[in-house]
């Protein structure tokens, strides 16, 4: 029973890393770590710290990281929640316009996602998440798009481990949430902007390592690897 975890909460950095001493001396305890992350609110901030490339992040919470690192990928070969197919799974959010830039730029090029990404087998979950279901008006006084990430997962590639399905631990079993690990990588194939109703729909796919080492040197070492650069080149420009 992890549901002491709910209420473990962070409101700042130095919360977060008070918050995660819990978890110290913990780190092989596959199901308490992931526990720990998918049924707190810590998990924002500390997903903010990695996608910043804050130092700090990876100073102060290091065993945490590494701890949910290896207990995603002993759980998920433990519970076998790695099929051995392609399947699709969907993310819901709501972002910016600038948000979107990094997807709408790099159709045709890999990208990767520097921290832990949820994800759902079910589509409607994703649109709940996404708030796909309210007003147009609603979301362009808001300024957010309502986005759903489409991800052909292939849990055939060399890049494995990915998306581990954490179900059985969640807290919210219906939402049949998968974790897809740190800079896993992407191809971006598809993206659909609606600017009158402020919706978005991407559609991205799973690579292999072998896929982006030959398509890095195609590139004469210059392939783009993630988002948080790609968005602080518009910012400053």
Not at 84 to 109: A, F, H
Not at 134 to 150: C, D, G, H, P, Y
């Amino acid at each position: 029973d992890y549901d002491y975890l709910t209420y473990i909460n962070s409101s700042d950095k130095e919360s977060l890393v008070k918050a995660l001493e819990v978890f110290k001396g913990e780190e092989s305890n596959c199901e308490l770590i992931i526990a720990g992350y998918t049924r707190s609110d810590y998990y924002r901030e500390f997903n903010q710290w990695l996608y910043e490339y804050d130092s700090l992040a990876y100073e102060k919470t290091a065993f945490f990281l590494s701890g949910l690192i290896y207990s995603l990928n002993k759980y998920g070969k433990d519970e076998k929640t790695w099929e051995n197919r392609k399947i699709n799974l969907y993310r819901g959010m709501t972002l910016s316009y600038i948000d979107l830039l990094p997807y709408e730029n790099n159709v045709g090029k890999f990208i990767s996602i520097p921290n832990f990404t949820s994800s759902t087998s079910k589509l409607s979950v994703a649109e709940n998440f996404s708030q796909r279901k309210i007003s147009a008006e609603k979301r362009k006084k808001n300024k957010k798009f309502s986005v759903i990430l489409t991800i052909i997962n292939n849990y055939q590639l060399d890049w494995v481990p990915n998306a581990t399905n954490v179900t059985r631990i969640s807290k919210h079993q219906e939402e049949e949430e998968r974790i897809f690990q740190p800079f896993t990588f992407y191809n971006v194939t598809k993206v659909d902007i609606n600017i009158n109703d402020y919706i978005a729909d991407i559609q991205l796919e799973t690579i292999g390592k072998k896929t982006i080492l030959e398509e890095y040197l195609k590139e004469g070492g210059k392939l783009r690897f993630n988002l948080n650069e790609f968005i602080m080149e518009i910012i400053n420009k």
